[in-house]
């Protein structure tokens, strides 16, 4: 597939949840992906969650969890993804950044989980600040697969 158009990055709606919980599936085979109904959850509860559009098409999105205030702040990646046939333009990065943006806004410490096998996130985790500080022995189901806790300090 050729990309001619222009990624835009901006907020996920409700109505993305389908196409989200599509492109889960694809995402993490062998675990347990996210419903259409958990993006509609984190989503109407005013989490930052931004989506990746592709002449309007959804073709990534990603949020941010809020799980402690000022003054030592905390936020946690929820959710990255890339439609793997859009991967290789930057989209991924530019969706961190966003959340990244809100994280910094609140001069929060930032933590995600990352399976210790998906070395292009742990790279691009670590391009933006984030160091390994934990290992989570079967951490993703029902796979059993191992993950990293990354965490980035505050901005």
Known sequence: MTDTGTVTIG????????RCAELEKILFPGD??????????????????FA????????????????????????????IGVDPAHRGRGIGRRLLDALLQVAD??????????RTDNEPAIGLYETTGFAVVGLRKRYYRPSGADAY???????
């Open 11 to 18: 907020p996920l709606y409700r109505a993305d949840a389908p």
């Open 32 to 49: 347990d992906p996210w419903s259409a109904q958990s993006f509609r959850d984190e989503v109407s509860r005013g989490l930052p969650y």
């Open 52 to 79: 990746a559009r592709l002449d309007g098409e959804l073709v990534g999105y990603a949020g941010l969890g809020v799980t402690a205030g000022p003054p030592q702040a905390e936020a946690e990646v929820h959710t």
């Open 105 to 114: 806004e609140l001069h929060a410490t930032v933590f995600l989980e990352v």
């Open 149 to 155: 806790t990354m965490k980035r300090d505050p901005r």
